[in-house]
């Protein structure tokens, strides 16, 4: 009862301070950003302090080196934290813009005008500087954001959000712009999905189990990013030299994260040619491959895919791999086990480069380039929030400009509808 | 256990169709659209017939004539309808369009291509032209749709189907692009909103209730439209001849639609000159004004406005009148009982003009003209499928492009990520 009447009370403090936060002129908002950069950078022993506090717990609970990689606050994290917030302060501001404006044939003017969303509720797991880069682009973008992190970041983003705040005190923004649950109690996130009176769209962030919790329990519209099952379609025609480079980009220049290739195509026509030496690339770097009959045919030594592996989102040095008839059977492939994330073809073939990117149903399609560019930054979005893989509101990733809807606006002298 | 199997049989049969409807030419599909226009007018005997049966039974249960006329289908309905998917035809194709484009520093190219959304479903009552409209709309925009009408429409609904479908049969379009659910038990309801896995969004149309049921028991993403409780504010500085106008286009041209003015609210400096002769206006036409105490001192002999008339949505020729302080007050007023629908200012003040266009936080706002125009075709986005009162995906009216969504592809030449 204490739980539901706290959330209860941040999220109508939410509510109320997206208002104010709506209208807030972007000078403003700059401002508050521009102080919350400098407000890390000058706490940055007490960031510290308090993430020990969280590590020392995390050691403790024995959680994995990996997560407790995500959880650490370093001093080069927290100038990435500061630096993150000035970037998103020289994005350009999206609210109030008109973003198209025509005229009817009784003079009306019609014009659709970008607003903020309202109040975004963030769900996510470890990583705390991802309590910083939500937080700076729902200010930047008119929305007051509530965070709710991982129970073992919970001093860390405590502190964080103590500081984001004093930052907007200081600019008369009102705190609650800019709120972190205080609580790590697990039913805060049923509280929460529950509250559609006050929250207007929940971004999750974190693993599949995650997701589909919030998804499935939310009564409030969900932005989901389920995983990356991300292919990368060699043509028959492709430029061999480039396809690998672009194949061994995709694998492993960070194969932790969601825009990385798990299931490579090939052409059957190439395979031979192509994938002997893309193999020993592979190998000198750790990767381990699961191949399709026709693959171990070339290369007899590696392991035997089941079609569980064309599911799988490995997110680790492993690789499946099909040997296909045509660029149908690519897409077919696509279609049938692909998450809707991420997917390349290499090709030097006019006509089927476009067939590629109409008919792959994916949130980023791409053509001779890595499945690494889907990425806010990368695209041109300047920061995200999340990749979106349904087609709802968003698809792909989100950047400031996913974060307002439009209003029609309409000047008029007199009109009246006959 | 039968409903259970048949509605998940159809989703599935949509959600297969969608994947061919998504890809199909803008040729095709106006083909379709006028092949469908011309089965309405050939089979108007046989759409008649069906819905006399209707008729027959709505009389037996002694729903209310408005409900009966809204049920009928009469040779010039058909013409309607049939006219209206070959306006369909005519508006420019959202599926493929690169709405924007630009350009990386390494060389990638980078745009957003317009997608369909996949399967749509649509929960509307008794007019049996949504079936149509809303066909051609999903058609047009490469979607599947499955529709889900009122009982009382369900021989009419059914007959319209199997027409449109013939027409889809002619063009070699899989026939289950536009399915009716053929039958009116009320569990088909609750079978629908469960198949997330199937279906991308529902669409309700109707009264309140309905829209509240769909988006409380959905799991599938709501495009919602609750009420339109929408205002026309006079300011001190409006020509109150034009506001004269527009306030009894906004009230009386067609009462019983959602963007028909339901509060008028006044200027104290003008409130006087303004609303006697308002007053003789709207008395011809037989509109009930319910006001605040300082209207009453103006209006002696109308009824007393209650807070609750603050929220009403009359529907009918009746109006709530309050006389305000300032546009601050006017703007407050819409904030605290508005339903972000549609809101007009009247007013010849630049400033006072932008003011309300800025801050007021609904779907269509208004300078100088009426509320009636919170409609698709009255801004240009040609046909509506609905308005959305809810800002996530659309806010407004929503059109063919609405019905969409963007992907983003990219062209390269051999990008990898740094």
């Known amino acids: 009862m204490k739980i539901k009447k706290l959330i209860l009370n ?27 950069s400098q407000g890390l950078i000058e706490n940055s022993q007490v960031i510290k302090r308090e993430n020990a506090k969280d590590l020392k717990e995390a050691k403790k609970k024995g ?13 080069s994290t927290i100038k990435g934290m500061a630096d993150g917030l000035i970037e998103v302060a020289q994005l350009p501001d999206p609210v109030g813009t008109i973003i198209k404006m025509w005229k009817r044939p009784n003079g009306l ?3 659709r005008m970008r607003i903020p969303l309202g109040v975004i509720g963030m769900i996510y797991e470890a990583r705390p500087n991802v309590t910083v880069d939500a937080a700076g682009l729902c200010l930047k973008s ?9 129970s073992e970041a919970i001093h860390s983003n405590r502190i964080l959000a103590h500081i984001l705040q004093e930052a907007l005190k200081d600019k008369g923004i009102p705190t609650s712009a800019i709120q972190v649950v205080p609580i790590t109690e697990r039913e805060v996130v049923g509280e929460l999905l529950a509250l559609d009176e006050y929250i207007d769209v929940i971004i999750p962030r974190g693993g599949e189990g995650l997701i589909r919790f919030v998804a499935e329990n939310s009564k409030i519209p969900v932005l989901k990013h389920f ?16 396809a690998e480079k672009i194949c061994l980009n995709a694998k492993v220049q960070r194969p932790g994260v969601c825009n990385a290739m798990e299931t490579l195509l090939v052409h059957r026509e190439i395979a031979e040619t192509f994938l002997k030496p893309m193999w020993e690339s592979f190998k000198k770097v750790g990767v381990e491959l699961r191949g399709c009959s026709k693959t171990r045919k070339i290369l007899p030594n590696i392991k035997k ?22 660029i149908n059977e690519a897409i077919l492939h696509i279609s049938q086990y692909g998450s809707s994330h991420t997917d390349a073809i290499v090709t030097s073939d ?3 480069a476009l067939k590629f990117l109409k008919e792959v149903d994916s949130s980023v399609v791409l053509v001779n380039a890595s499945t690494r560019f889907n990425d806010g930054n990368q695209l041109g979005l300047g920061a995200e929030i999340g990749i979106s893989t349904s087609k709802l509101h968003a698809f792909g990733p989100m950047g400031l400009e996913e974060l307002t809807s439009t209003k029609f606006v309409v000047f008029g002298n007199g009109q009246i509808r006959k």
């Not at 109320?16 to 508050?32: C, E, M, R, W, Y």
């Not at 959680?63 to 001093?75: G, Q």
């Open 10 to 36: 941040m999220a109508m403090e939410a509510k109320k301070a997206a208002k104010t936060v709506a209208t807030l002129s972007t000078d403003i908002k700059n401002g508050a950003l521009l102080n919350m």
């Open 350 to 352: 006019y006509d089927r």
């Open 109 to 111: 003017l019609v014009g």
């Open 305 to 326: 895919a089941t079609k569980q592996d064309w599911y799988e989102e490995y997110l680790d040095l492993i690789l499946a791999v099909r040997v296909v008839k045509d």
């Open 227 to 242: 995983k990356g099952v991300c292919h990368v379609y060699v043509d028959k025609t492709a430029d061999l030299k480039m």
């Open 63 to 75: 959680l994995s080196p990996a997560m407790i990689d995500r959880l650490s606050i370093t001093d």
């Open 142 to 150: 008119g929305n007051s954001i509530i965070l709710r992190g991982g």
